[in-house]
């Protein structure tokens, strides 16, 4: 799974700590019970996953992604822990053949805005969910409405022009706009489709090669600099410079964001979900 600011491996310890605050959130949001059974999607390395299972001591967590290192990297801390009710799967949610019913929550920290096809992928998911089992994903906002991504782009175009035109693969804000989810959703068969806004930062590291270093691992960032001539790639790193040491602050790089937890829930068998729920 790409980073949901573009990177390939999510979920190390660097995307943990930028996404403290979202991930704090998520997790009153969700709503972990004692008994529950939870797929996390998109897992990265497994923080979500490892704090629901710690939440639904009596159930289970299993946290699937595309990404078979990060899988690897998600199963030696969960083994660490002592966690015997998590489990990790290299499995990508839009194909994979989850037990049918088998889950009574879904949820994704931005694991989910890169499907080939995000009906077939909610349906799959639906699919695996108890009937009325709740889904709780976060996804970004519209890009213009995250600072992180107006400035590495300002900072990019200033040097090569246009960058989502440099920028190959799937789109971060692809989930951003609420009609477009809610009727992705419900052509997957969910209903009670909500929306809350989330308004945090996020967090690029102590100081600024710290967050400069981080940000050229995006894979957007990394393609327009390797295509670049060394003096236009040093130009371009330059400007990313100077805009993170404009973030910096007393406890690190920050730059603002915003960002939306959709909540919705499986129908019920042999009922359809109203197109205005």
Known sequence: MRHATGEQTPGTSGYDAELRRHNDVLRQAVGVQLHDHV???GCGAG???RQAARTARAGSALGIDVSAPAIERAREPARTEGLRNVTFEHADAQVHRFPQERFDLAISRFGTMFFDDPVAAFAN?????RPAGRLVMMV???HE???WDVAI????QAVVGPVAAACDGPDPFSLADPPTVKGILHAAGFAGVAFTDVHESVHYGPDVAAALDRIRGFTCTSEVLKRLEPADAARAVERLRV???????DDGVRFDSRAWIVTAHRHREGTQPHPRS
């Open 39 to 41: 797929l996390d999607i």
């Open 243 to 249: 805009a993170l040491a404009a973030h910096l602050s």
């Open 145 to 147: 409405r995250n600072e």
């Open 153 to 156: 782009r300002q900072s990019l």
């Open 140 to 142: 970004w906002q519209a």
């Open 125 to 129: 998911i639906g699919r695996a969910l």
């Open 47 to 49: 923080q979500t996953t």
